[in-house]
Every structure is written in structure tokens, then in C-alpha cells.
């Protein structure tokens, strides 16, 4: 098993952070392993609701379909996979600071199989993944004008 967390300072308030990460609409956007993320339940989002996200993780396609087990905007959204190559956690909390929003992403997932042999290396890869998303996030949400 591993778990990390990624933080970020974003210059703009918390409700524009949270909204843009997440928006299953926005996430190939900022995440760039994401081919493409939909809501497989009725709008709106909200505990319950079910989202599939396909994505290309070291050079494989995979698929993951998620259940979003908190959602407290502006604050905290929280999923945890329903399918995918191994369980995962992830969460997300937003809180307001003198610059705007700062961004705590936090992900758990326990490889098994043939993973479990290579751990450290996804581990590596889904860390990196998720810090080079949030500076990405960072420069979309910065350079869109203010509502």
C-alpha cells in the first residue's frame, strides 16, 4: 500500500479551485494522463454519484469508475474506485489563504498482483502525475480572467 499527498497554492478563491478540480468535465484538462472522465450517475455531482475516468498510466490505457464518498463545496470532495488495476483513495481539500486557495490532494491505493512487485515505481508515477496536474490546474485557473 501507498500513500502520499500533493499540496499547491492556487491564486484564486476556493469555490472557481474546487469547481475547475472537480468537474469531471475539466480533469483532462489539467490532468494529462486523463483521456476522458464522465459522470455515469444524473447531475448534479454529489455523494453517491459515480464517475469513470480513462486514462493511459505508464504507457497503458486503464479505467477506473469512482464513487464520490464526500462533497462538501467549497471544501473537501473525496472517491474512492469501485473498478479499476488496484483500490484507490483520493481526496481533495481547498481552504482559503492571503493568495487564494491552497489545495491539499491526498491518494491511497494498494497494489496488488504483479503491481504489488513494482510498487514504488506507480507509487513514483501517480505522485508525479498528480503534482505536475495541480501546477497545471495552477496555470489554467491564473490565467483565466476573474469572474
Do not use: H, K, Y
Amino acid at each position: 500500500m501507498f500513500a502520499f499527498e500533493e499540496r499547491i497554492e492556487i491564486a484564486r478563491d476556493p469555490q472557481a479551485v474546487f469547481a475547475f478540480l472537480t468537474s469531471p468535465e475539466q480533469r483532462p484538462r489539467w490532468d494529462r494522463s486523463v483521456v476522458s472522465e464522465r459522470l455515469l450517475s444524473p447531475e448534479p455531482v454529489q455523494v453517491g454519484s459515480r464517475v469513470r475516468t480513462r486514462m493511459r498510466v505508464m504507457g497503458r490505457a486503464v479505467e477506473f469508475d469512482w464513487l464520490v464518498t464526500e462533497l462538501a463545496p467549497p471544501t473537501a470532495m473525496a472517491a474512492r474506485s469501485l473498478s479499476g488495476t488496484m483500490p484507490t483513495r483520493l481526496r481533495f481539500s481547498f481552504a482559503a489563504t492571503d493568495v487564494g486557495c491552497r489545495v491539499i490532494a491526498s491518494i491511497g491505493a494498494e497494489p496488488g498482483g504483479m503491481l504489488r512487485v513494482v510498487e514504488p515505481i506507480v507509487a513514483e508515477a501517480a505522485r508525479s502525475t498528480l503534482a505536475s496536474g495541480l501546477a497545471r490546474a495552477r496555470t489554467l485557473l491564473e490565467a483565466e480572467p476573474e469572474a
